[in-house]
């Protein structure tokens, strides 16, 4: 476990359930101070209280301890509203289809936040029957490189892994796709929605 339930999370998830200190105190068999005392970072609920914790919020503990209500999400959204997480350490990269609690080296990591394509990480599509080609005019060296391509959809995503001292290039089937996404190992991902 590299991350422990923190104060701001429990009152959130406290506050969304509609419940008051006293009343999740109560569930607890806590006092209504240690429950303020540990949403004002002046103390943690013992881990045996964890579990109680988390049934008294509605939750997973896996849950609590990511600080999101993901059965709160919209899970039947569609991929196209997907994430990427890339891990800093040995560069693994896992795309999901809606929130998830992804840890790759020992590392929580948080999805990427897609940007869209700025000039120095410009997509350039061009379409080759039924594929998109897609490029970006990006260095390619070993501390500076685009690290992946992928294309969205509505039904899954493509992708491509890139290797300093390759291309930045790729094909995709065109067949639905939303968004196109380039990953720059230094500046993060960036979007382009391709036209027709
Ligand atoms: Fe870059």
Redesign the pocket.
């Known amino acids: 476990m590299d991350k422990y339930v923190t104060g701001a999370v429990i009152r959130k998830l406290r506050e969304s359930k509609g419940l008051t200190q006293e009343e999740l105190a109560d569930k607890l068999f806590v006092s209504s101070k240690a429950v303020s005392k540990w949403e004002t970072c002046r103390g943690l609920p013992d881990i045996s209280l964890l579990e109680p914790l988390a049934d008294s919020l509605g939750i997973s503990v896996i849950e609590l301890l990511s600080g999101e209500d993901i059965r709160n999400l919209n899970r039947s959204s569609n991929i196209t509203k997907g994430e990427f997480y890339v891990c800093p350490v040995c560069g693994n990269i896992i795309s999901s289809v809606g929130g998830a609690v992804i840890s790759c080296c020992g590392i929580t990591l948080p999805p990427l936040e897609a940007e869209p394509a700025d000039a120095?990480?410009g997509i350039q599509i061009q379409i080759a029957e039924d594929e998109y080609y897609v490029t970006v005019g990006?260095p390619m060296t070993k501390t500076?490189y685009i690290s992946f391509l992928a294309a969205v959809s509505d039904n899954g995503v493509q992708f491509v892994k890139l290797y300093p001292e390759g291309n930045a290039e790729a094909r995709f089937k065109i067949g639905g796709i939303k968004k196109i996404l380039a990953c720059?190992n230094?500046?993060g991902l960036f979007w382009i929605k391709p036209g027709r």
């Open positions: 120095e990480h990006h500076h720059c230094r500046h």
